[in-house]
């Protein structure tokens, strides 16, 4: 990603912007739904873009042609993206609410994801990821359940996608889906389980009050599955 930045941005810009050396220390897991790699191109994007002096304009327009993901992270905040995602509508800053994610020992390629995707839905025209969702939570109603820290409903395409295609998914899911469950009872302080992205993160979020001993022994077992977990919190929009 950090290449292609270079290259969009020197075309856009009619220019070279010279010779660098860049060292990258990656905390975000690859292939995980996460964002990673777009986060660091928006990075690189905006250093570069004020180390020549480039308009916003060409900032915006360079970050869309590099993905749908790279807008959001200029954006630095809190946002409902459409189309793509690179349509983007920002809104106030969630609280710092407590995430914890998780990924299961394997990653996803997303191009892989939404290639297996379009495979599942284009065989059958009655196929249930092209049922109508107008009864379903939209996302400004899971952005304002989430603002008054309440449980939220709703659901990821391509976990089902994971489950016909990745048989190993099968078992991660069966883990992460009991996670905080007790019979028909939720912990209270889950606000919202589910798949990050195209995966094959998942995430789950909790309310501000939570204990850290609680959150500390979702962390550990998660871990003790053999997952890559971490505990982090929203983000209040600092500028990049």
């Known amino acids: 990603m950090l290449y292609k930045a270079f290259e969009v941005l020197e075309n856009a810009a009619g220019h070279t912007c010279g010779h660098w050396k860049i060292h990258l220390k990656k905390t975000i897991p690859t292939q995980s739904g996460l964002g990673g790699g777009s986060a660091d191109a928006a990075v690189l ?3 570069l873009c004020r180390r020549f002096g480039l308009d916003p304009h060409t900032e915006w327009s360079v970050a869309k042609r590099l ?6 992270f200029l954006l630095c905040g809190t946002a409902i993206g459409e189309e793509n995602g690179s349509a983007l509508s920002p809104l106030p800053p969630l609280p710092a609410l407590p995430v914890l994610l998780v990924q299961p020992p394997y990653a996803m390629s997303t191009a892989k994801m939404y290639e297996q995707y379009d495979q599942m839905v284009s065989r059958s025209p009655n196929h249930p990821l092209r ?3 107008s009864d379903q939570q939209t996302a400004q109603d899971v952005y304002m359940a989430l603002a008054q820290q309440l449980p939220v409903i709703s659901r990821n395409d391509f976990e089902e996608v994971a489950l016909t295609y990745y048989p190993e998914y099968r078992v991660f899911h069966s883990f992460f889906s009991r996670l905080g469950e007790d019979g028909m009872h939720r912990d209270p302080a889950i606000l919202l389980k589910r798949m990050s992205g195209s995966g094959s993160a998942h995430y789950v979020v909790f309310k501000a009050d939570t204990d850290p001993s609680v959150l500390a022994r979702y962390e550990s077992l998660c871990r003790d599955a053999g997952c890559w977990a971490t505990l982090t919190r929203f983000s209040r929009g600092d500028v990049v």
């Open 45 to 47: 994007l905006r250093f």
């Open 67 to 72: 993905g749908a993901d790279v807008p959001f």
């Open 131 to 133: 049922e109508d969702r």
